[in-house]
């Protein structure tokens, strides 16, 4: 389907900062305040490294997905070029990976915001408090966002301010605590924790695919979403290292066994700063959350405009034109994963799911640009796209290859299963036309 076809009764709103908040609101998650000490246990002081090497691939692979989304620009996101590029096949694979993926990871995030309110309650509300929890984050997030676009992009852009306020102070006061000796090695990389180390990394740089779901309520796509994919990616990288760089500075050695390693490393500077930056743990999972819920039901909407799942999905709001059934059907689902599992044992799954996601993504790029593909006026063009696209593809096949066997299979699962489910649908629609027309 054009995009034009799947975009109707969308607002083209969403500007380069709206845009950039919501990258960097989906990336920002509460990965980063738990993966440094990972990261040290690992390789050590050299963790930065682990940064700028997945830095490089996602940064080859942001350029492949601004190239594609400028020119298709759909509801969707990367789903939409892919599809546009390589078929209905494989564009509804790639929705199937991004929808898996963000809805496993929003669940994940929900349950571990309850698990963190439930750590502070008293014992006897921890039994009612903890699914509470859980339901009255997402419900509330779920009525802004069937509010309208407008309402969701305000609320991310809330959030991600509010999210950032205490990294910033971990590298700003944190830089005052630093010690040159807590950068001596204590670790030896080996191949397999700096295997571990690089999915790790990539974990916390993952979220765009999501993010660029709204793509068919971005107003100059060409322009904006290139943009807005530099301003985010870019900042968010030079955070990271300087939140590794500080907090392995102040805590040395000790980095590897902390449980909350940015509000430990605080705690050796003031109690009370530590109990800010677990607060801002809290307000980041809850910013990670509101802004999947306003990018990704995107994706349930454009595969229901495709014909590809109840066209109640595709439905939008009368008056705030929002794709409200989207939202609610997706919201319902990652609150049910919230209440059954946990956020850890998502982490290296969903990263594998956007690894394949990315190289589909880069492919696609490379053929709509070999095609002249553009729906929406001049695209990027960027010049040096062919290499974007291998080290784009390559970086990711690499970084997967380091995953354990179980997970990759689990992930080839995944798609077969997405084929398989594709081409029963298609067979049952092809069926159901041929009786109308016999009966014509």
């Keep these: 389907m054009s995009g034009s076809r799947r975009d109707a009764g969308l607002i083209r709103t969403i500007g380069p900062w709206g845009l950039a908040a919501n990258l960097i609101c989906t990336i920002v998650g509460a990965g980063i305040f738990v993966v440094p000490a990972a990261l040290a246990a690992c390789i050590g002081p050299y963790a930065p490294v682990a940064f700028v090497v997945c830095g490089i691939a996602i940064g080859a692979v942001a350029i492949c997905f601004a190239e594609g989304g400028s020119r ?15 078929g209905p096949l494989t564009g509804f694979v790639a929705g199937i990976l991004l929808i898996a993926g963000d809805v496993l990871a929003c669940g994940g995030v929900a349950a571990a915001l309850a698990d963190a309110a439930a750590g502070i309650m008293p014992q006897q509300w921890r039994t009612v408090g903890h699914p509470a929890v859980i339901v009255g984050t997402i419900g509330a997030v779920t009525l802004i966002n069937v509010g309208g676009v407008r309402r969701g992009t305000r609320l991310v852009s809330a959030a991600t301010v509010a999210k950032l306020v205490p990294l910033a102070l971990v590298v700003v006061v944190g830089a005052w605590a630093v010690h040159g000796a807590n950068f001596a090695a204590t670790v030896a990389p080996g191949t397999r924790g700096l295997g571990r180390a690089m999915i790790l990394a990539l974990f916390v740089l993952t979220g765009m695919e999501g993010a660029l779901s ?39 050695a000790a980095l590897a066994g902390s449980a909350a390693p940015l509000a430990d490393a605080m705690g050796r500077v003031s109690p009370e700063l530590r109990a800010v930056v677990l607060a801002g743990t809290a307000v980041s999972m809850f910013g990670w959350i509101s802004s999947d819920v306003m990018s990704t039901p995107r994706m349930l909407f454009a595969f229901a405009r495709d014909g590809m799942l109840p066209r109640v999905l595709g439905r939008t709001h009368p008056r705030t034109h929002a794709p409200d059934a989207a939202i609610f059907f997706y919201a319902a689902v990652a ?30 790029a490379g053929r709509l640009a070999r095609r002249g593909v553009a729906e929406a006026g001049t695209p990027v063009n960027f010049r040096w796209l062919g290499a974007a696209v291998v080290v784009g593809i390559g970086g990711m096949f690499a970084l997967s290859a380091l995953a354990s066997r179980a997970e990759i299979v689990g992930v080839l699962a995944l798609i077969a299963a997405s084929a398989a489910i594709y081409m029963v649908q298609r067979r049952v629609q092809g069926t159901r036309t041929a009786a109308g027309n016999s009966v014509s």
């Design 335 to 364: 609150a049910g994963l919230a209440l059954t599992g946990t956020f850890a044992e998502l982490a290296v799954l969903s990263t594998l799911t956007s690894a394949v996601l990315y190289m589909m993504g880069c492919a696609a």
């Design 214 to 252: 709204v793509s068919g309520e971005v107003r100059e796509p060409s322009r904006t979403i290139p943009r807005a994919l530099g301003i985010a990616l870019g900042s968010v990288l030079v955070l990271y290292i300087a939140i590794q760089v500080t907090v392995q500075g102040i805590m040395g």
């Design 72 to 86: 298709v620009p759909t509801s969707g996101g990367p789903y939409g070029y892919i599809e546009t590029a390589f």
